[in-house]
């Protein structure tokens, strides 16, 4: 029966394609920030720092408190975005290269892909098959060879980098000078990348290196940041001013994307969609650290609680989304895939099974715009910020951990205890049970590799 649900979601989906390919496409813009909390635009809680043009992309669209990344870290979640298919099937399940066993560990990690696999259809690849023209600016992390970068995936131009800020050298874009500054940098190649191709529907894909560490701050913003710091005293739990001003020009970046759009009068057929790979960076981890505070949420980066996966999602798109909405519905990186094909009016590979489904239906307002039962996630790696291998599910407002190394479970409910610091576990034990057995299953099913005991 399940099998028969995925042909025929996907049958709807190519009907739904051919609808719209007699249409005018509109323009994509991807923009995905790098270890940006749930918490940390000023649209979503209060902080030091202040994200203007992302606060006016939320009023202007739709802001989803429940959105979810595919993986508490980032390479997995990009793979998801490319492929609409969850890392656990890639068996891409964290970052690239990955972290080395440890003799402190008790588990060993199993081995996983060194890149996106080249068979997978990416989003740019169905985009450019419509017409498309794909333009990469940012951050890869799903492999830089030959036969695994993003222009053996489909993109047409691939300007990116790595590592610093200032003085960066990245596979194909270098500093001008010692002010050259990453995130500016790459918000004017994207910008003529817009100008190039006003004529044609256009995907720009950004993903910012911004806000990750280690963070380095244009020293004007930075002094600002910490005279404001200096005067809000010890009550404000987000005010590490480094994180501030990156976070400042990545906020400034967002405002000239959509500057531009609307100078080229682009901007009423542009589908925009903003999010971030996965939480905030909450621990210490280098100098100017923690980055950020991710609360009322659990944790952050490198754990499966709600600070390591739940991330800021906006959606605008003028001739469709109705602006000043707040959608509580709960979704995840798949479904940003799922999305993008369906508006574009691309056609889906009919070979393979696809784990997002589409949320034209909910930006378009319909009360019954998504169903589904369960998300899942499988991490059976150990993260740098001290996470363990282990997988949860939510079902609901359920959601429940599996912890790898010794079995145990946590069970929480998300509406009465977003912060996930009351285990029910023992309280519930129905509940328990049932979605003990169906991530168990879901596992299963999709063939996802799972830590060995070093005894083996």
């Given at each position: ?76 979640t990009r793979a998801a975005l490319m492929t609409g298919r969850h890392p656990a099937r ?155 001003a990156v976070l400042h020009s990545l906020d400034e970046s967002v405002g000239r994307i ?42 952050g980066k490198g754990y499966l609680y709600e600070g390591g996966i739940r991330v800021p ?144």
């Amino acid at each position: 029966m399940r099998r028969g649900l995925t042909w025929l979601a996907l049958l709807v989906g190519v009907l739904s394609a051919a609808r719209v390919a007699g249409q005018t496409p509109p323009n994509i813009v991807l923009i995905v920030a790098d270890d940006l909390g749930w918490a940390d635009l000023s649209c979503y809680a209060l902080s030091l720092w202040q994200t203007p043009n992302l606060d006016r992309l939320a009023r202007e669209g739709l802001r989803f408190t429940d959105a979810y990344a595919a993986s508490c870290v980032c390479s997995p979640t990009r793979a998801a975005l490319m492929t609409g298919r969850h890392p656990a099937r890639l068996h891409l399940t964290t970052f690239l290269p990955g972290r080395k066993d440890m003799p402190t560990q008790r588990l060993l990690q199993p081995v996983i892909r060194q890149a996106l696999p080249r068979e997978e259809t990416t989003l740019a690849e169905l985009l450019k098959a419509r017409g498309y023209a794909c333009g990469h600016y940012g951050k890869w992390h799903l492999g830089e060879g030959p036969d695994s970068n993003p222009l053996a995936q489909g993109f047409d131009i691939y300007r990116g980098a790595v590592g610093r800020y200032f003085q960066f050298k990245g596979p194909n874009l270098v500093a001008r000078d010692e002010q050259d500054y990453l995130t500016d940098r790459l918000t004017e190649e994207a910008e003529l990348f817009l100008e190039a191709n006003r004529n044609r529907p256009f995907f720009l894909y950004l993903p910012h290196f911004a806000v990750h560490i280690p963070l380095q701050a244009k020293p004007d913003l930075l002094a600002v940041y910490e005279k404001k710091a200096a005067q809000v005293g010890a009550d404000l739990e987000r005010k590490n001013p480094h994180y501030a001003a990156v976070l400042h020009s990545l906020d400034e970046s967002v405002g000239r994307i959509l500057k531009k759009l609307d100078a080229l009068g682009l901007g009423e057929r542009t589908l925009v969609v903003f999010t971030s790979d996965n939480g905030g960076l909450s621990v210490i981890e280098g100098p100017n650290t923690p980055a950020t505070s991710n609360a009322p949420l659990r944790l952050g980066k490198g754990y499966l609680y709600e600070g390591g996966i739940r991330v800021p999602l906006l959606i605008r798109w003028p001739s469709v989304v109705a602006p000043g909405k707040t959608s509580s519905v709960p979704v995840r990186s798949e479904d940003l895939f799922m999305t993008l094909v369906q508006a574009a009016g691309a056609q889906l590979p009919a070979d393979r099974e696809y784990d997002g489904v589409s949320l034209l239906a909910l930006l378009k307002g319909e009360a019954d715009g998504l169903r589904r039962d369960f998300l899942y996630w499988h991490f059976p790696h150990y993260s740098n910020q001290g996470g363990k291998p282990s997988g949860a599910i939510r079902f609901g407002n359920w959601k429940l951990i599996e912890h790898y190394e010794d079995g145990q479970v946590e069970l929480y409910h998300l509406e009465q205890d977003v912060g996930e610091r009351h285990n029910l576990a023992a309280q519930h034990p129905e509940v328990r049970d049932k979605l003990q057995r169906e991530l168990a299953s879901w596992r299963q099913r999709i063939r996802a590799q799972m830590p060995l005991s070093r005894e083996r």
